[in-house]
């Protein structure tokens, strides 16, 4: 997955369309990440008996890793990988420098 955790992306599809965030945490395996402040949903939370009260929280779901593009400066960016030395590194497709 080309996508990491701290990674400043813009998201090109959905509900969210454009916006830009920090990805929170990723999953690679299910190409799922999770977006500061993107797709949040509310929770209702049942009252428990240790004296907290019964609350409505908003909650940030994942979403597919093909929703979102990374930026380079201000503008999204395509990723690809190449190898440098024996490290494998991300690189800008457009410019060819470093990520």
């Known amino acids: 997955m080309k996508i990491k955790k701290n ?17 929170l945490r990723a999953f690679p395996k299910e190409n799922l990440i999770i977006v500061e402040g993107v797709n949040l949903k509310k929770k209702h939370q049942r009252a428990t008996k240790s004296n907290s009260k019964g ?20 503008k999204g960016v395509r990723v690809g990988k ?18």
């Open 7 to 23: 990674d400043n992306v813009i998201i090109i599809a959905g509900k969210d369309k454009g916006k830009t965030a920090k990805v």
């Open 55 to 74: 609350q409505i929280i908003e909650k940030a779901l994942p979403i597919h890793v093909s929703n979102v593009m990374l930026i380079e400066g201000k």
């Open 82 to 99: 190449k190898l440098i030395g024996e490290k494998m590194v991300r690189i800008s497709r457009k410019t060819g420098k470093e990520i």
